[in-house]
């Protein structure tokens, strides 16, 4: 191996690079970027942004790493609006609403208060998915197994 001449190693630096120029990113990108390399579903990720909007916002757009936990107390501690609680109907006030229905609607209610599907599960049923006899419906769902009710009171 032959050396390398002495005036090589002096003052020669164009082994080393340059600083990059990394652009500023904001606090919600960086926060997004970290719940993404933690593989968080994106719903998650649409939560905690959201809540940590809310959560700026209420301080008046201050930067959290200004903040401690005396504004999260304070934003935690605030008079919340009042909500509506959903009213859950008897059994009889369930039928009569789903008697006022025309079809394909009455068949959707009665599916959804049956079989207990949800809205969307009932929008995409197929009619190879349902089985009706005279007193059960069967309804199938993507594993191949199903639920069972009464149909009809």
């Known amino acids: 191996m032959v050396p390398f001449p002495e005036s090589h190693w002096h003052g020669a630096v164009d082994d080393i690079p340059p600083p990059l120029q990394i652009p500023k990113v904001g606090f919600l990108q960086q926060l997004r970027a970290a719940m993404r390399g933690r593989n968080l579903a994106y ?16 301080h008046r ?9 005396a504004e999260v107390d304070k934003y935690l ?5 009042k909500r509506r609680v959903p009213q859950v109907l008897t059994h009889r006030e369930a039928l009569q609403i789903i008697s006022h229905l025309n079809s ?22 197929r009619v190879k998915d349902v089985a009706t ?13 199903g639920v069972v009710s009464p149909i009809d009171d």
């Open 43 to 58: 719903s998650t990720e649409q939560t905690y942004v959201h809540w940590i909007r809310a959560f700026i916002r209420f």
């Open 61 to 69: 757009m201050r930067h959290p790493a200004e903040m401690g936990s």
């Open 77 to 81: 501690s605030r008079p919340k609006p």
């Open 104 to 125: 394909p609607f009455s068949v959707m209610a009665r599916l959804m208060y049956g079989a207990g599907l949800r809205l969307m599960e009932t929008c995409r049923l």
């Open 133 to 145: 006899t005279e007193i059960y419906t069967h309804v199938l769902n993507r594993g191949g197994r």
